[in-house]
């Protein structure tokens, strides 16, 4: 059973990912993008990693894909021909070999890489659970997640100083 869904859900991952790509709507593209954001949810409860699930849909398959259908919505794009977006040949040929190099790049990355199989030994029932993801994150990844934090602060910081509007108007 969980092998049959596991293709299910592949296969549907693989076709909307697809669908995305090919949509000439952008609006049907993002309804696209939710569904295989749905599905990765999906494999991620296969792997029994719930948390990342629901973080998933949560923030890409609800935030992000928001934040998508606002800009396409700002965007305004018309039905009319006339506005078509006109590519060169040489960037259509950039596009190429930049596709083409990441190909080698990933192929030359997981040349050597070994998969590792079930041992039902060594198996651990609770690997993806929030309590387990807690400690290990606030253990051996304390470091990297605080500055990330940090990060996001900074970010935060710019984009405050970005939208200022005049140089001695105060927003606060």
Known sequence: MTE???YF???LTLLCALMVVLSKNPVHS????IITFFTISGHYVL????FLAAVNIIVYAGAIMVLFLFVIMFLNMSK???NKIKTSTISKFAGAIAGGLLFLVLISALKDATV????????DSQIGMVENLGKVLFTDYLLPFELASILFLVAMVGAVMLGKKEEGESHF
């Open 30 to 33: 993002v309804l696209f993008l």
């Open 9 to 11: 859900l592949a296969s």
């Open 47 to 50: 792997l029994n990693a719930q």
């Open 4 to 6: 049959n869904l596991f």
């Open 116 to 123: 590792v199989g079930y041992n039902p030994e060594t198996y």
């Open 80 to 82: 009319s021909g006339d």
